[in-house]
């Protein structure tokens, strides 16, 4: 297992590098997390890596972290999750993010990412629930989200403080358009909508 790998940065075209080590170029899939905070080429890199091993190929994949990396590997121990669905989780949010869509069961936004549809979704959300603890601790500086990723969040942590089961806030959320609303209109429409 080649669990590392430092040298210098060939060349980068998304989501595939090329990192030479000792003389030997090694291609490397990354995800767009990691890709997007690459040097230039010809720069030195060091990058943490796990090696798929399949009938038809052996793929590297390289990440930024070990906290990417150990995701990663959870990730493929998710019934029907393989690598390159593992890979489009990693570069369409943070580990951050991920732990907050398992902790409230939050489909919608993980339904988002490209090859992942409503029943993968809550697959995840089902498997990861016990693991995620271990996966991605829960950190007090973590990142906020930004813009409807934010104001939704926001909306959803109140609505769960006034006494609505994460469940349930979910369902109300989903069945709203989010674009460009304020934590307080999501909240105020969530509202009228738990009334009816």
Partial sequence: MIGSLRGRLLSKQAPQIVIECNGIGYEVETPMSTFLDLPASGSELFLHTHLV??????????????????????????????????????????ANDFRRCVEYEDTTTLSKIPGVGKKTAERLIVEMRDRIDKVVPTTAGAVPLTGEASARSEAHDALVALGYKAKEVNKLISKLDTDDKSAEDIIRHALKQAAR
Avoid: C, H, P
């Fill in 53 to 94: 091993v399949r009938e038809d190929a052996q793929i590297l994949y390289g990440f930024a972290s070990d906290d990417e990396r150990l995701l990663f590997r959870t990730l493929l121990k998710v019934n029907r999750v393989g690598a390159k669905m593992a890979l489009g989780i990693l570069s369409a949010m943070t």
